[in-house]
């Protein structure tokens, strides 16, 4: 059991893990009902998303029902905007599934996918977890249809299981805890004290940063489960502090890394240690793809348009719909036209390229699909660094010092 | 969103083109001095405040406070204003280049970045980057004369040597939109590489050099046909490609040679004009953006965002003569006609 991820700067893989959430709620998201037909010039876009559950209690920095919505929305105005000249239109056909899995999100995201596909649609954004990321694919395998998955940052949909039509606009753990490892190489901070909680997604990222750690020759010099519960979300209390600290003494370590994805307890140790020792991870310093503190490379412009249109800031689960939908508009207006079949293959291409207020074109690794795109370190009030660092390379793209390099993929993709 | 040409009296302008010409008179007499010194003047992003420079001592001379984060600037014909545009506050400051101080503001709707003086010099042509619109105002009214929708997030603006073709770039569409200026209507849309920046037509009005930054190229268009003819690429031994972002463009009037500034590769781009050649990089202040020539066309300044300087470059010589420090995130540079 797990509340919604409550804090601004939560890692990306916002509330994916939700399986163990009460159905009870103030209050059901409406599935928006898809207008009927697509005219012959319009590309209707795709979105499947389940909404937060309403927090049962105050909380300063909940998760916006429109999470990452807002964002795709946005995308569609600036699509529509360029489609003026290009005699493009696009729509976006959103469908919120129910909060709370119960067992059967897969099937229900497959079932919303074969009924997007059946009527006509060819782009799909999926802001889900990552079973339910494979069961879309799958539904709607052989129809043409191109995936986005622009919330679940999981290395196996890049790996093991990783499918033709799916692109990943969301970073992997291994490019968010590269991101880090580099930055940390590059201040000579090399002792690591891994602090790992008890969810599953929190195992795997310790086991991106230990990954990481290795490649960047970091040093994890101790590793220590999280016994204490949500400390961060129950606003933790004295003589639970006291336990927490007795817990960081005796470690030699440089910087503490906290591996809590969905934000319960990660915020509650800087400042809690015992040794006087910086924190970074999840929370702390993070590597993410959006923050409010991004304002350089016309970031700013970004950020005011989603504000004025939204009335909130714009948060990475946002910024990465924005990036699904814009791929499909810079394709289509790349390649004059919007047909799937022209663009399903066209995303995986050298020349396609989407500028993102990143000051450089991202484009899509063509073994595994992923995203390339530099990650901001970042703790809650200011910029750090942006990764790739200076003087990481690589052949290719400084970018692909970052997550797993075509040597190591152990993607394939079936046919 | 559009809401056309709102034609103004004609009486009026032609009022105002009698005006424009007594002071272009009188620009051409106080032009014959030897040795003219000129004043520049820098925008400082994040210091709302204008830097003024003396190009005879090198040194600055005073800073004017003006509405928040100022970036396009430019002077009037006669150079006794100075136009800003405050893009937090949505307006275009206008100062009295004698006293310093903003005498009246202009309504230049959400967000000016970037804008043009016509010939006239009557009419300003405003980039309004949040709003993907063109706004264009008479600056003697305060009057907004048309709103032009354009691409999203616009900025370039280039007005072609006659006055008679406009052209915006819109950073995230990536096109350069020409827009009659009489009509007021998009005439042309041309999709040049990531990220434009920044439209400088040569002084024979044949070609459009349209930076991009993301993309790292220039695009030149060739006006008549309306087409990219030529992409400039840029290649620095020791710079990452990813750091070369083209911003600034100037052409020198004889249309021998192009300056390009390129952002955090913290060099310009010294160009052969006719043939293309990219033949030196000047090594100037960090993440260089906007460029302008004094008059005579014998100094370029450059504003260095990241390290709060401008560079000065002796044009004929091809070579940085000086840096001056200046405020916070210099943004624009325009150098009075006088």
């Not at chain 1, 939560?10 to 409406?30: F, K, T």
């Not at chain 2, 500034?261 to 100037?284: F, M, Q």
């Amino acid at each position: 059991m797990h509340n919604p991820a409550r804090i601004l700067l939560a890692p990306l893989a916002l509330g994916l893990s939700l399986s163990g959430l009460s159905a009870a709620r103030a209050q059901e998201p409406v599935a928006r009902e898809p207008t009927a037909a697509i005219a012959p010039s319009e590309t209707a876009i795709g979105l499947i998303y389940r909404p937060e559950a309403a927090p049962s209690s105050y909380d300063a920095e909940a998760v916006p029902e429109d999470e990452g919505v807002a964002g795709a929305r946005m995308a569609v105005k600036d699509n529509n905007n360029t489609g003026r000249f290009t005699k493009q239109t696009y729509r976006l056909d959103e469908v919120a599934l129910e909060p709370g899995t119960g067992g059967d999100g897969g099937q229900k995201a497959a079932a919303a996918a074969r009924d997007l596909a059946g009527r006509g649609i060819r782009y799909l954004i999926v802001a889900l977890p990552a079973d339910e990321v494979l069961a879309v694919a799958d539904a709607v395998k052989g129809q043409g249809v191109t995936i986005f998955n622009v919330a679940a940052p999981d290395d196996r949909l890049r790996g093991a299981d990783c499918r033709r039509n799916v692109f990943h606009v969301i970073p992997s753990r291994a490019m968010q805890t590269d991101a880090l490892a580099q930055f940390f190489t590059l201040m000579r901070w090399r002792k690591m004290f891994l602090i790992v909680g008890p969810q599953e997604n929190d195992r795997l990222y310790a086991d991106a940063f230990k990954t990481s750690a290795k490649k960047f020759s970091l040093k994890i010099n101790a590793e220590k489960p999280w016994t204490f519960g949500p400390l961060a979300k129950a606003r933790g209390d004295t003589p639970t502090r006291s336990e927490a600290m007795v817990f960081t003494r005796g470690v030699d370590y440089d910087l503490a890394i906290v591996a809590d994805e969905a934000g319960d307890w990660g915020d509650y140790v800087p400042f809690r240690t015992v040794d006087p020792r910086p924190v970074a991870g999840t929370q702390g310093l993070i590597a993410t793809t959006w923050h409010p503190m991004l304002e350089t490379w016309g970031a700013a412009q970004a950020q005011n348009r989603f504000r004025r249109q939204s009335g909130r800031l714009m948060r990475p689960l946002d910024y990465q719909a924005w990036e699904a939908v814009r791929s499909v508009g810079e394709a289509a207006t790349q390649k004059k036209t919007a047909d799937p079949a022209v663009l399903a293959p066209y995303f995986a291409e050298p020349g396609f390229s989407l500028p993102a207020y990143k000051g450089v074109s991202l484009t899509y690794r063509p073994w595994d699909h992923q995203l390339r795109q530099p990650l901001i370190v970042v703790q809650p009030k200011a910029l750090v660094s942006v990764a790739p660092e200076q003087g990481f390379t690589h052949q290719r793209t400084p970018l692909d010092t970052l997550g797993i390099d075509l040597p190591e993929t152990t993607c394939k993709f079936a046919d | 969103m559009s809401r056309g040409f709102r034609a103004g009296a004609p009486g009026t302008v032609l009022g105002l083109a009698l005006l424009a010409g007594t002071s272009l008179a009188g620009f051409g007499l106080a032009g014959v001095s030897p040795a003219q010194a000129y004043t520049v003047y820098v925008t400082n992003e994040k210091g709302n405040s204008v830097s003024v420079i003396d190009t005879e001592t090198m040194a600055v001379t005073g800073t004017w406070k003006v509405g928040r984060r100022p970036r396009g600037v430019t002077t009037s014909k006669d150079g006794k204003e100075l136009f800003v545009c405050a893009s937090d506050d949505d307006r275009i400051d206008v100062l009295d280049t004698s006293s310093g101080k903003v005498v009246r503001s202009l309504r230049s709707g959400p967000d000016p970045e970037q804008f043009i003086l016509g010939p006239q010099g009557n009419l300003l042509y405003v980039a309004n980057e949040d709003d993907s619109q063109v706004t264009v105002i008479d600056v003697e009214k305060n009057k907004v004369m048309a709103e032009v929708p354009v691409g999203v997030e616009p900025e370039g603006m280039g007005l072609s040597p006659d006055g008679k073709v406009l052209v915006n770039t819109s950073e995230t569409t990536n096109m350069a939109h020409f827009i009659d200026t009489t009509t007021f209507q998009v005439i042309d849309n041309i999709l040049v590489d990531a990220r434009p920046r920044f439209a400088e037509f040569t002084a024979d009005g044949k070609y459009l050099w349209v930076s991009a930054e993301v993309g790292g190229t220039i695009s030149v268009i060739d006006v008549a046909a309306r087409r990219v003819i030529k992409k400039i690429t840029f290649k620095i031994p020791s710079v990452n490609d990813e750091a070369i972002q083209p911003v600034g463009i100037r052409i020198t009037r004889d249309g021998t040679k192009a300056f390009v500034a390129l952002g955090p590769a913290n060099r310009i781009a010294v160009i052969d004009a006719k043939s293309y050649a990219v033949e030196k990089y000047l090594p100037v202040g960090q993440r260089v953006w906007q460029l302008a020539f004094t008059p005579d066309q014998k100094l370029l300044f450059s504003t260095n965002g990241s390290s709060n300087d401008i560079s000065v470059v002796d044009v004929a010589a091809e070579k940085v003569v000086k840096s001056i420090p200046v405020g916070l995130l210099p943004w624009g540079v325009a150098v009075s006609p006088n």
